[in-house]
């Protein structure tokens, strides 16, 4: 029988519950079991709960056949539990190192009380860690020098009463909660009925004087309490099973004056939040409130008056509204920023059939929004779509789309009167998102580097970025788009708001399951690739560390080591492509395809990829084609940039294919054939199933059915097993 069971449900919470469970496995305190309680939830909640199940024979799993919330999958998790102690964990909070040793030193010192209680400290994106402002309640000797007991009830120090009545920063002896009854109900403010019940009835409390919990603050969408809903009605039914508790246990009749006074308190607090009850509806409310304080009022008490206070009322939003508005007032009065044409466009009602799409910021349309834009065409032919294209990168934009320069007149009414955005970065903060217009955030490629809050830890790779004004620019997305799981999880944390993921896979890599052996022979042909010569293209990433391209590799010599019957395409990163290492020439076997307008069209006349910490990897492997990583400044990078994935582990579903350091070892694998052999083979179809599951050719499909034309059911998936890929290029 374990010493504690930590019991952590989850509902939508797939971003975090890996840091959560993490938190708890790897306390250095190893007598516990988790219990992980999946409450039928739509994402990857489960799945990560089974993953961590594999991994640790601690972790016992329930997946709830319905949704039942918060209190009621508790009460499943209680269900199977066989620790002494009962230790609760919100799925996107996390344990400090060594609390679970802390709460157990302290639990055998005061000779296992029915509660412990300790503290807890709200975490914020941004860095700070700030402790409870009760932490003083803690300490062992109070303000006025007198020690505090070690064991006591709840009479001994009614102020702990005061707290933060949640169940989450206390430990609770399993047999005191049997004996209680003790049960969570359904409904919101389900901690209320459970908290004040186990703090009365309980005969022996301690506290611990320590940080145990990191309360995450999460930006928007963490809180379900914090939502405007008629679901904050359920206080009401809460408190009646309080009260209906101190029915059952006469002996506790003292504290039903001061529960009056604090369900008095409480409701008032629920009715006056802006966020929580809806407006309609605040007079129902505190009718219902004031006929809730005058069943419980204890005979003799004095009348606790509820009513709204003005701050909620209309007066109180036209007061809130217009605070909010005096920024946008005092730059439309500027007038500089908008333009009058803007602001005038601005006015004009949202045209339902105009969609604006951009590429790496004003670059030529490529990657998943040109893909979306074809499939809209096909589909949705209605729809018109205008792209934001930098006025010295026209003349490259494909004929035939409407093209608008940043700043234009066209720009301008454009941005103001769509109904949709699409792009892969994000639009300017000169185009402010209307209310009505959907934002669609493709990203541009599963992340190896570390991205969005993750940069906080990299300064030099951040380069002053503002992560306040990346987090407004990320409330504009209303869907974000994921090629698999994995970036799923990345992008939700790094990117807290409250957009839709849409795990529909990577339109630009929908070409690589429609293209057949004459359209890769027609791109190595455009390419001058002669038959039988093996192309290796070549895409490094980024270097933060570097201002200029420069290739990792002396390709000249590479092509040179390898021989004729191999060419070398050259791919610098698209922030450098106008800074390719060579002109349209360069040395015998190299070709520069840097401005080449298609990476995927490359990809297709590629015998093989050579990268490094570039997503290119992922896209390529839907091909089923071989992937060598060459990363000379792997350790470089890693203390610079940081990486999620440990490209040189060798481990199946975290390495593409060989890895080397070297030019010698680079040399020496296509040499030896290792670049194509077994091991290779084995370490990209691990690669494969883990990063493409979800690219099957209809990804551009899916996303224009759900965004564009509103449909609820995406398409179905093509198994993995089932897709045929472009083939390879004959040699």
Partial sequence: MPRISVIVPAYQVQAYLGE?????????????????VDDCSPDGSGEVFDEFARADDRVRVLHLPENVGLGRARNAGIDVATGDYLVFLDSD???????????ADRLEQTGDPDVLVYDYARTYWDGRVVRSRDAGLFAPVAPDGTARPEVFGIAEREELLGLLMVVWN????????????????AGYY???????????????????????????QRRQGGNILATVSRKHFDIFGQYDLVFAFLDQHPELDRWRPLLHRRMAEHLRTIGNHPDRVPPADRAEFFGRAAAEERKHRPAGSAAVELAADWKSGPVGRLARTARQAQPQVKRAVAGSVLGAYQRVQRQLPLDPNLAVFGSYWGRVPSCNPAAIEAALRRLAPDVRSVWVVENKRRAEAPEGLTVVGPGSRGYREAISRASYFVNNVNFPDGAPKRPGTVHLQTHHGTPVKKMGLDLQEYPAAAGGLDFAKLLERVDRWDYSLSSNRYSTLIWERVYPSSFRTLEYGYPRNDVFYSATAADVAEARAELGI?????????????RDYRSTYRPQLDLARLARRLGPDYVLLNRGHYLYDE???????????????????????????ADALITDYSSVMFDYANLDRPIVVFADDWEVYQQTRGVYLDLFSGRPGEAPGPAVRSEDELAELFRSGGWDGPEAAGLRRAFRERFCAFDDGRAAERVVRT???GESEPLPFTPLADR????RPLG
């Fill in 190 to 216: 389900e901690d209320t009925p459970w908290t004040y019940p186990s703090m009365l009835a309980a005969g022996s409390i301690t506290v611990l004087d320590r940080v145990v919990v990191h309360y995450r």
């Fill in 579 to 605: 800074d390719s290492a060579f002109g349209a020439g360069g040395p015998e076997g190299v070709l520069d395809v840097s401005r080449h307008p298609s990476v995927e069209r490359l990809a297709l006349a």
């Fill in 20 to 36: 959560c469970l993490d938190s708890v496995l790897n306390q250095s305190f190893r007598d516990f079991e988790l219990i992980g």
């Fill in 170 to 185: 206390k430990a609770y002896r399993r047999g005191f909660v049997e004996k209680t009854g003790l049960r969570f109900p």
């Fill in 93 to 103: 909070d996390t344990l400090t190192p060594g609390s679970l040793q802390a709460l």
């Fill in 530 to 542: 002669e038959p039988g010569r093996k192309a290796l293209l070549y895409a490094p990433t980024l």
């Fill in 724 to 727: 045929t890929p472009a083939p």
């Fill in 707 to 709: 965004v564009f034309l």
